[in-house]
T-cell receptor, first 114, second 112 residues
């Protein structure tokens, strides 16, 4: 039982390049999330998927797109990376209603955009 | 709007106690607490629900004042392993909320 896995662990991009961050969970969770973490800002929600087939914007969605590929996988895409997107990205998953369920986090992807 | 955490940082000697507070401007259904060590992912500590139910580690204690939309995390007899950044996450006043909003964190350092 691996929990939540993310790939890659580290990535360096040049401004304007694109990339996709991958996330998978093996806990049969309905809900999945993408957060970014910047110093002093806490965890800010980019996008989330409350169930397979649905996605919704969080607090900071600009510059990102997501795909809920199936119940296990939720990817985050940067179409044209900008230095402001340098951050640590965490994927998380939880049961159907996160108000009452534990949220489990992946190990994170450290992204630098030059 | 993010919940407000206080203090922003605290330094303790091993064995001392600390209280970390989380305050929201919105009516809440639940408050979640997580701890993150440097370079690692946040790890679940506790959920406090409207109505008084709690889920989490037995050695962690916390309170949730529903009327004031505030929660406090109590760390007693601190150990070196308690060091890290503590985040509260709030779920709005419905049991079917699909997302949490996290505070900016409280950095705790425990020294010998």
């Amino acid at each position: 039982n691996a929990g939540v896995t993310q790939t890659p662990k580290f990535q360096v991009l040049k401004t304007g390049q694109s990339m996709t961050l991958q996330c998978a969970q093996d806990m049969n969770h309905n809900s999945m999330y993408w957060y970014r973490q910047d110093p002093g800002m806490g965890l800010r929600l980019i996008y989330y998927s409350a169930s397979e087939g649905t996605t919704d914007k969080g607090e900071v969605p600009n510059g990102y797109n997501v795909s809920r590929l199936n119940k296990r996988e939720f990817s985050l895409r940067l179409e044209s990376a900008a230095p402001s997107q340098t951050s640590v990205y965490f994927c998380a998953s939880s049961g159907r209603w996160v108000s009452t369920d534990t949220q489990y986090f992946g190990p994170g992807t450290r992204l630098t955009v030059l | 709007q993010q919940p407000v955490q206080s203090p922003q940082a605290v330094i303790l000697r091993e064995g001392e106690d600390a209280v970390i507070n989380c305050s929201s401007s919105k009516a809440l259904y639940s408050v979640h607490w997580y701890r993150q060590k440097h370079g690692e992912a946040p790890v679940f500590l506790m959920i406090l629900l409207k109505g008084g139910e709690q889920k989490g580690h037995e050695k962690i204690s916390a309170s949730f004042n529903e009327k004031k939309q505030q929660s406090s995390l109590y760390l007693t007899a601190s150990q070196l392993s308690y060091s890290g950044t503590y985040f509260c996450g709030t779920g709005l006043n419905t049991g079917t909320a699909s997302k949490l909003t996290f505070g900016t964190g409280t950095r705790l350092q425990v020294t010998l």
